[in-house]
């Protein structure tokens, strides 16, 4: 089982930008699929990133699609969401964790403490 653990949030201005990172313990974190997903208050989390154990095939999802950037350092057991041109919508708590074979959703239930991002002029 991987333990995960996500940082690097904070608060930005719009138009500003953060990295967060997820980092990995555990099983070695290159056999997975992984992905960013991201909770605002009343809702369900939602998946704005993903990317492959092996090819590094990316997927970014509408909502943040040209802004964000997923990446991953399999030696180094961490990903990365670079994030840039941050809007007011993309304020909430930022979670790592496994996603499925093509990348659409997440494949367990169990989640780290994520990472608060807040966009607020």
């Known amino acids: 089982q991987v333990q995960l653990v996500e940082s690097g949030g904070g608060w930005a201005q719009p138009g500003g930008s953060l990295n967060l990172t997820c980092k990995a313990t555990?099983?070695?974190?290159?056999?997975?699929?992984m992905g960013w997903f991201r909770q605002t208050p009343g809702k369900d989390r939602d998946l704005v990133a993903a990317?492959?154990?092996?090819?590094?095939?990316?997927r970014h999802f509408d909502s943040v699609k040209g802004r964000f950037t997923i990446s991953r350092d399999n030696p180094q057991n961490t990903m990365y969401l670079q994030m840039n041109r941050l809007q007011s919508a993309d304020t909430g708590v930022y979670y790592c964790?496994?996603?499925?074979?093509?990348?659409?959703?997440?494949?367990?239930?169990?989640w780290g403490q994520g990472t608060q991002v807040t966009v607020s002029s």
């Open positions: 555990g099983r070695p974190f290159s056999w997975y699929n």
């Open positions: 964790n496994q996603v499925t074979s093509v990348l659409d959703a997440a494949l367990n239930n169990t």
């Open positions: 990317i492959s154990w092996g090819s590094g095939a990316t």
